[in-house]
T-cell receptor, first 119, second 113 residues
Framework: NAGVTQTPKFRVLKTGQSMTLLCAQD?????MYWYRQDPGMGLRLIHY???????AKGEVPDGYNVSRLKKQNFLLGLESAAPSQTSVYFCASSYPGLAGVASNTDTQYFGPGTRLTVL | QKEVEQDPGPLSVPEGAIVSLNCTYS??????FMWYRQYSRKGPELLMYTYSSGNKEDGRFTAQVDKSSKYISLFIRDSQPSDSATYLC?????????????FGQGTTLQVKP
């Protein structure tokens, strides 16, 4: 199993350009997430999905859109990139767990990240 | 005030030292508590996962949860240079049907040989 993969690994954009980040998972997970990680800020949730065809806003959704047309894929789009979107982007996936039980099977598994620079 | 607070460090210790990493939180509804380890330029990976209060041990690592104080800790015994990484605490509501996690800022640890 490849786990969670992200494409591309690196990207440099100019202000105003658009791009799509692709996340794919082969663990049959229901839930998928997009985070951004900035120095001193930890991981901040951008958007998430609890199933195919559903998406919801996270903590910092402005300037981003997402789509989950297939269960295994979660796409993050930047329509008009801004320098403030320079960051490392991580995708994660998880499986719904049983109430009252902590199991490694229901926690989030992360991809390797995409480093995005917006000039 | 952030829901989850974590001292960002950096923390530098000699090899063999006992390391204590901590997080405080404000929401008493958190029931699931995790520690992730993140090596430089890599994605976070799950290290420890506990439900409610108590201790959990796995090799050199011990996770503690004190819900009355809203405080969680990760202890690393006999620290090794390979433990050098950023450690992120994360928490989830007991009633969550989305699996959403709230992360601390992460503590950067360096273990010197």
């Amino acid at each position: 199993n490849a786990g969670v993969t992200q494409t591309p690994k690196f990207r440099v954009l100019k202000t105003g350009q658009s791009m799509t980040l692709l996340c794919a998972q082969d663990m049959n997970h229901e839930y998928m997430y997009w985070y951004r990680q900035d120095p001193g800020m930890g991981l901040r949730l951008i958007h998430y999905s609890v199933g195919e065809g559903t998406t919801a806003k996270g903590e910092v959704p402005d300037g981003y859109n997402v789509s989950r047309l297939k269960k295994q894929n979660f796409l993050l789009g930047l329509e008009s990139a801004a320098p403030s979107q320079t960051s490392v982007y991580f995708c994660a996936s998880s499986y719904p767990g049983l109430a009252g039980v902590a199991s490694n099977t229901d926690t989030q598994y992360f991809g390797p990240g995409t480093r995005l620079t917006v000039l | 005030q952030k829901e989850v607070e974590q001292d960002p460090g950096p923390l530098s210790v000699p090899e063999g030292a006992i390391v204590s990493l901590n997080c405080t939180y404000s929401n008493s509804a958190f029931q699931y508590f995790m520690w992730y380890r993140q090596y430089s330029r890599k994605g976070p990976e799950l290290l420890m996962y506990t439900y409610s209060s108590g201790n959990k041990e796995d090799g050199r690592f011990t996770a503690q949860v004190d819900k009355s104080s809203k405080y969680i800790s990760l202890f690393i015994r006999d620290s090794q240079p390979s433990d050098s990484a950023t450690y992120l605490c994360a928490m989830r509501l007991g009633s969550s049907n989305t699996g959403k996690l709230i992360f601390g800022q992460g503590t950067t640890l360096q273990v010197k040989p």
